[in-house]
């Protein structure tokens, strides 16, 4: 491509004549920017599949360990009194093993131990069912607009996960806006080599691309490598567990999509989501 930066290897030979003496050089120059690409992408992805391996073993360890805590706050509970005074520390129990037990549901996610009921679907449908949850999400400080392509391709994926996906994207998108802004949501379809799909894609074919923008603060570029590890967050203590993107990452590493992100300090940041298409019709309900 014009104008985009290549990576070269050098590589100098000496030429000498009977006595040994350099009378000149042989120069080979070798373009080695896919193959510095490809191997980047392949060792972050086995980063995030070794991460992923150690937060799926704790992911489960933990969800044991909560069922057990709301089994018994729910026992707790139906043996106390209406008016009784203790019945409001156990509904907080309760309520907060509720919330651990959502972190471990975005663990696991990640971990690609969670179930997914891949289908033929139209993406279009499910981005239009998802919008006016969304709107309600961002608040009335933000503004959302959603153009999607009319002649979009059926893909095979989990509607609830894709939902679930665009549900965790839009909530980094309204932190990273919190003096308003706008957040716009398009569909398009793509046919993409594998050179220029983000990891952990399934290969080069025919995706439909959804694209979530945002005129949020921006992601300084090197972060790219990080945001998608589970944990990691730029926000405040407190006001992020650093799950979301990493539970979209595995919804979409389970499913044969991917997710990649382009951004610019202090202007935005868009994240393409890649949906495998699929040939086949979606079944009847």
């Not at 043996?79 to 009784?84: C, I, K, M, T, Y």
């Not at 919190?178 to 046919?191: K, M, Q, W, Y």
């Not at 730029?234 to 799950?243: F, H, P």
């Amino acid at each position: 491509m014009i104008g985009s930066p290549r990576e070269l290897l050098v590589e100098l030979s000496p030429i000498r004549d009977d006595a040994g003496r350099g009378i000149g050089a042989v120069q080979i120059v070798r373009d080695v920017t896919d193959e510095r690409r490809r191997q980047q992408a392949e060792a972050q992805a086995s980063r995030y599949e070794s991460v992923g391996q150690l937060a799926g073993g704790i992911a489960h360890d933990f969800n044991n360990l909560i069922t057990g805590i709301l089994a018994y706050s729910s026992l707790i509970e139906e043996s106390l009194e209406a008016g009784d005074a203790r019945r409001h520390d156990v509904v907080e129990i309760t309520r907060a093993a509720g919330r651990a037990a959502e972190l471990t549901s975005q663990l696991l996610a990640y971990a690609r131990r969670q179930e997914v009921a891949l289908r033929v679907i139209e993406p279009n449908a499910v981005l239009r069912g998802a919008e006016q949850l969304l709107r309600r999400l961002l608040g009335k400080e933000l503004e959302l607009s959603v153009d999607l392509a009319p002649d979009a391709w059926h893909v095979r994926f989990d509607p609830a996960q894709l939902e679930r996906v665009l549900v965790n994207l839009a909530i980094n998108a309204r932190d990273a806006m919190p003096n308003g802004g706008r957040l716009h949501i398009s569909s398009a379809n793509v046919t993409m080599p594998a050179a220029d799909l983000p990891q952990p894609a399934s290969g080069a074919g025919d995706y439909v691309r959804v694209d979530v923008s945002d005129t949020g603060h921006g992601i300084a570029p090197e972060l790219f490598d990080h945001i998608f590890e589970p944990f990691f967050t730029t926000k405040d203590v407190g006001k992020g567990t650093g799950l979301g993107l990493a539970s979209a990452f595995g919804i979409l590493q389970q499913s044969g999509g991917a997710v990649g992100v382009e951004s610019v300090v202090g202007t935005g940041t868009t994240f393409r989501i890649y949906l495998p298409r699929a040939r086949e019709q979606p079944a009847a309900l």
